[in-house]
């Protein structure tokens, strides 16, 4: 018997692999995008012609092809971007494989004029399947300029399944906005053959998402409120809609490190926390970006597939619950300290799985344990009381906002009386030397000393970086560091963000500084093993100099002055704490992402009472 294994030419290689990148002309066009950002353009035009069938153009101003690269690049696993498995880990770029171009002209009819700028003439080619029909030099502008006619030319079972013009112009404009609302620094237009659809100039990243989808005309400007969350895990930054603008049909967005990314379980977090606020049935607007460590998530993932892996989805859940909640509480539309809400857990309780409420009448909210003793330390009255009435008017503003729209979404009396916070004045209480408790309307609060002063002198310091000045508190007399020439060299490459976060620092000779003044939250004499203890997190790699120091040292620095557990506190210092936590954007999660506080219920107490 003769052998009956063939290898299978190229050209049918490439088009079954291409079934798999190119399923429709969105694809195409989300490739072709995608390609031109990582050639660092900053602009971009997509021209169309019958929704993609006959013609899809990208032009950028990018950084073009060599003409041996241009050839190159229609090659199978041609890429400029990794050069080994490891990069597949650190990767930040769109794309990795090489697989788009080959895969596109596996299936159409592509031209392509690329020219960079050390280059007085560019590259003409074309090129079907894998055959060059054309390669010349021509004189074109600098980046990058392909045509893809035909799609699908060659493979009529895939043109028949293409959907109407109209279907395939609306997954064009999906892909098209995935990426424009990542890239507000990016000038893109949008042309169905010579009409204009969209013109969005380099704008901020609110201005892209007016634009996109034209809130300005629409007079929705108001509708889009910043959402922020800074911790160890993820950082997250972004706009959620007002819920008085909750459709049927939302614009919903996440994009992990500038990438696109559809997250059933994270998509939830953010409704939880709409709950009580929309009507059943309708969304909100939201556009949340992540930016995680690339090593937390999975990359191996398809470059068509939009669902990515993390690491502690969990976590990361109740940091985008904690945030999305913060922003609706901040701008007065939920509160963010109702403690007494059955299934909008603020706050993380023990007994969660609880369902059998004492009846409200037999609970007396006025009663606080600890009320009675020690009353020579009473918290100052003034700001707990204004926090209160600016409660009660923003109570009051609700109410018309809400009635005059036909869209009436809140039970406006059920809310009032959701909304009341216990109007105690309570004692606060140290446990154990490492918690501090207190009375709240649904149980008794425990707040972690140490996590919680964490969060405070971190968001300060994050405060003073973003403002970009600094005052030090001055010393009498300079301490004189004297390093070894390895914490010498680590001091050099952070020594402009410790003078950020509030520390004045200057070189001193040889590895040698004097420490002219230090942060208000670092005490004078323990600047010396404090930043002894930093440079040696940099030595080990514990701070990575190449990614956001600051914040890192804020971190550092945070966690080392925060008041440790087992450190006793007097009344005024859990005062001040308590006060100053709820000040904290984010008072639920420690920069970690660890919980602040957690509340024991009253039914729970009860209960062991019975
Ligand atoms: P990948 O993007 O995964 O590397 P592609 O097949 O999309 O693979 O592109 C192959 C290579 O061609 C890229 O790595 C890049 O070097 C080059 N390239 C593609 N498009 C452009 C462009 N618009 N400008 C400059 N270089 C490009
Ligand atoms: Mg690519």
């Not at 050839?71 to 990069?87: L, P």
């Not at 379980?265 to 556009?287: D, Q, R, S, T, W």
């Not at 956001?548 to 002055?561: E, F, G, M, N, S």
Request: charged content about 25%; hydrophobic content about 40%.
């Amino acid at each position: 018997m003769t052998d009956i294994i063939n290898l299978l030419p190229d050209s049918v290689a490439n088009q079954i692999a291409a079934g798999e990148v190119i399923q429709r002309p969105a694809s195409v066009v989300k490739e072709l995008m995608e390609n031109s950002i990582d050639a660092l353009a900053t602009k971009i035009q997509v021209i169309l012609k019958d929704g993609g069938n006959t013609l899809i153009q990208v032009i950028d101003n990018g950084k073009g092809m060599s003409e041996t690269d241009a050839r190159m690049s229609f090659e199978r696993h041609a890429t400029s971007k990794i050069k080994d498995a490891d990069d597949l880990f650190s990767l930040r770029t769109m794309g990795f494989r090489g697989e788009a171009l080959p895969s596109i002209a596996a299936v159409a009819q592509v031209e392509i004029k690329t020219r960079r700028e050390e280059d007085s003439l560019g590259v003409f080619i074309e090129i079907a399947g894998t055959r060059v029909f054309k390669q010349e030099t021509v004189m074109c502008e600098k980046g990058t300029n392909i045509a893809v006619k035909s799609l699908f030319f060659n493979v009529p079972a895939r043109r028949r399944f293409l959907k109407s013009q109209s279907t395939e112009m609306m997954h064009i404009r999906n892909e098209f906005y995935r990426i424009v609302l990542v890239h507000p620094e990016i000038e893109f237009s949008l042309f169905d053959g010579k009409n204009e659809l969209l013109q969005l100039p380099e704008t901020t990243l609110k201005g892209r998402i007016e634009h996109v989808f034209d809130l300005a005309r629409k007079k929705m400007e108001q509708q889009l409120l910043p959402v922020s969350a800074n911790s160890q895990l993820i950082d997250i930054k972004g706009f959620v809609g007002r819920p008085e603008f909750a459709q049927k049909s939302a614009n919903q967005y996440f994009f992990v490190n500038n990438r696109y990314m559809r997250h059933p379980y994270f998509h939830k977090a953010v409704m939880v926390a709409y709950e009580k606020l929309i009507k059943p049935g309708e969304n909100p607007n939201y556009f949340i970006y992540f930016d995680v460590d690339p090593h937390s998530i999975d990359v191996n993932v398809h470059p068509s597939k939009t669902e990515i892996k993390f690491e502690n989805e969990q976590a990361i859940w109740s940091i985008i619950h904690a945030a999305v909640r913060e922003t609706l509480g901040k701008f007065q539309i939920a509160p963010s300290l109702d403690f007494d809400q059955e299934g909008n857990v603020d706050i993380p309780v023990l007994d969660s799985k609880s369902v059998i409420l004492p009846p409200k009448t037999s609970f007396n909210p006025q009663y606080n344990p600890f009320g009675s003793s020690s009353s020579q330390h009473k918290r100052p009255d003034l700001d707990w009381e204004k926090l209160y009435t600016d409660f009660d008017k923003d109570k009051n503003r609700l109410k018309p906002a809400f009635t005059n729209d036909e869209n009436v979404i809140i039970e406006t009396d059920s809310t009032q009386t959701e909304i009341s916070l216990e109007p105690t004045k309570t004692e606060l209480f140290q446990f154990k030397s490492s918690y501090i408790c207190t009375s709240v309307k649904s149980g008794m609060m425990l707040i972690d000393q140490h996590r919680a002063h964490f969060r405070i002198l971190f968001d300060r310091f994050i405060k003073k970086i973003e403002n970009k000045k600094s005052f030090s508190q001055q010393v009498l007399f300079p301490e004189i560091l004297e390093l070894d020439p390895n914490e010498s060299e680590a001091m050099n490459t952070i020594i402009d963000d410790l003078n950020l976060v509030g520390f004045d620092i200057e070189p001193f000779g040889k590895n040698t500084f004097s420490i002219n003044g230090v942060p208000s939250e670092v005490g004078v004499g323990s600047s010396i093993p404090l930043i002894k203890d930093l440079l040696a997190s940099v030595i080990q790699s514990e701070i990575d100099v190449k990614k956001k120091v600051q914040t890192q040292i804020a971190l550092h620095l945070a966690r080392q002055t925060a008041i440790q557990s087992g450190q006793f506190m007097s009344q005024n210092e859990m005062n001040q704490l308590f006060e100053d936590l709820f000040q904290c954007e984010n008072h639920l999660y420690s920069p970690d992402g660890k919980i602040i506080m957690t509340v024991i219920r009253n039914e729970e107490i009860e209960r062991k009472f019975r």
